[in-house]
T-cell receptor
Framework: DGGITQSPKYLFRKEGQNVTLSCEQN?????MYWYRQDPGQGLRLIYYSQIVNDFQKGDIAEGYSVSREKKESFPLTVTSAQKNPTAFYLC??????????????FGDGTRLSIL | SQQGEEDPQALSIQEGENATMNCSYKTSINNLQWYRQNSGRGLVHLILIRSNEREKHSGRLRVTLDTSKKSSSLLITASRAADTASYFC?????????FGAGTQVVVTP
C-alpha cells in the first residue's frame, strides 16, 4: 500500500541534543512538507521541498534543518537551537499540479518530548 | 499566523444529527481544503474546493465556499460515532497550506 511512514512514533530529546525525525513516502510525490502541531492548535509549516536537492523555509524554520537527497525521503533535524521542541511533528507529501490545487497526504506523526 | 479560523472550537452532537462548522480566512486563495484528524493520528484529506466553485459534495459531506465573504462551511450529515475527530480547514495559496486551529467534534451514540 502506498503511504507515508514517519518514525519513530515517540522520541525523547535531552538538553543540547540534536534529533532527527524520519519521513519516507512511496507515493511518487514530488513535494514533501514538515509541520509542527501544538496542543489545541493547527499545523504550522516548518520546511517544504518541491524537488530533490531543493527546499524552502516555512513559517517557523528557526532551530530546524532538513535535507532532500532522495525523492522518497525528507528527514527533519530538530537542533539544540530549538528551545521549545516539544510538539507533534507531521510529514506530508503531494503531487505538484499546475494550479497548485492538490491535497496533501499525511503520515501518523512523531511526538517529541524533552527529558 | 493562521489564515483560517474555525468556528465553533468544539461541537458535541448525537448520532444521526448534522454537524456544521465554519471557516473564515483573510486573504485571497487558490482553493480551500478540509481535513480530519483522529486523536494522535495524522490528517486525512476530505474535500478540496477551488476558488471558482461554490459547493461540493462527497458522501455525507457538503462544503460551501463564499469568496466574497471569505468563508467556508463543512456539513456532516447523519453523523456517526466514527465521525468523532478534529476538523481543520486549510487555505491554499500557491501550494502552501495555512491551517486553522480546528473544530473538535464529539458524536455520542
Amino acid at each position: 500500500d502506498g503511504g507515508i511512514t514517519q518514525s519513530p512514533k515517540y522520541l525523547f530529546r535531552k538538553e543540547g541534543q540534536n534529533v532527527t525525525l524520519s519521513c519516507e513516502q512511496n507515493l511518487n510525490h514530488d513535494a514533501m512538507y514538515w509541520y509542527r502541531q501544538d496542543p489545541g492548535q493547527g499545523l504550522r509549516l516548518i520546511y517544504y521541498s518541491q524537488i530533490v536537492n531543493d527546499f524552502q523555509k516555512g513559517d517557523i524554520a528557526e532551530g530546524y534543518s532538513v535535507s532532500r537527497e532522495k525523492k522518497e525521503s525528507f528527514p527533519l533535524t530538530v537542533t539544540s537551537a530549538q528551545k521549545n521542541p516539544t510538539a507533534f511533528y507531521l510529514c506530508a507529501s503531494s503531487i505538484v499540479g499546475q494550479a497548485w490545487g492538490q491535497p496533501q497526504h499525511f503520515g501518523d506523526g512523531t511526538r517529541l518530548s524533552i527529558l | 499566523s493562521q489564515q483560517g479560523e474555525e468556528d465553533p472550537q468544539a461541537l458535541s452532537i448525537q448520532e444521526g444529527e448534522n454537524a456544521t462548522m465554519n471557516c473564515s480566512y483573510k486573504t485571497s486563495i487558490n482553493n480551500l481544503q478540509w481535513y480530519r484528524q483522529n486523536s494522535g493520528r495524522g490528517l486525512v484529506h476530505l474535500i478540496l474546493i477551488r476558488s471558482n466553485e461554490r459547493e461540493k459534495h462527497s458522501g455525507r459531506l457538503r462544503v460551501t465556499l463564499d469568496t466574497s465573504k471569505k468563508s467556508s462551511s463543512l456539513l456532516i450529515t447523519a453523523s456517526r460515532a466514527a465521525d468523532t475527530a478534529s476538523y481543520f480547514c486549510a487555505t491554499d495559496s500557491w501550494g502552501k497550506l495555512q491551517f486553522g486551529a480546528g473544530t473538535q467534534v464529539v458524536v455520542t451514540p
